[in-house]
């Protein structure tokens, strides 16, 4: 003879209740803890792209930084360059009015001597 009162089809022990319960509520937070690791693993691949990105921006700025020197010299020696052909060419303006003026009061002496 059994001393346990027999159980009837459909009760379930108290403590088997417990037990289901428990197995549910460790099955939802393990669900919650694979999506928590998955927006994790997401976020990780984004930051790796940004990170991927910044880097890109950076080479790109150095090299722009680079031929913004480049053209700033190159700009800097054609001004002076510039400067150096215009001083000559006043120069040659000056030359050339001289001897023209100098031509021009030669042959009004001329004139005069022929007078």
Do not use: F
């Given at each position: 003879m059994n001393d346990h009162p027999a159980n009837l089809a459909g009760q379930v022990e108290p403590g088997a209740a417990d037990l289901e319960a428990a197995t549910r509520r460790l099955m939802t937070a393990l669900d919650a803890l694979e999506s928590a690791v998955e927006?994790?693993?997401?976020?990780?691949?984004?930051?790796?792209?940004?990170?991927?990105?910044?880097?890109?921006?950076?080479?790109?700025?150095?090299?722009?930084?680079?031929?913004?020197?480049?053209?700033?010299?190159?700009?800097?020696?054609?001004?002076?360059?510039?400067?150096?052909?215009?001083?000559?060419?006043?120069?040659?303006?000056?030359t050339i009015r001289a001897v023209l003026n100098g031509a021009g009061q030669d042959g009004a002496e001329d004139d005069e001597d022929d007078e």
């Open positions: 927006r994790r693993r997401e976020a990780d691949r984004d930051e790796d792209e940004l990170a991927t990105r910044i880097q890109a921006l950076g080479a790109d700025r150095s090299r722009l930084a680079d031929e913004l020197d480049g053209s700033l010299m190159k700009t800097r020696r054609l001004e002076r360059t510039n400067r150096e052909i215009a001083e000559r060419l006043d120069t040659a303006i000056g």
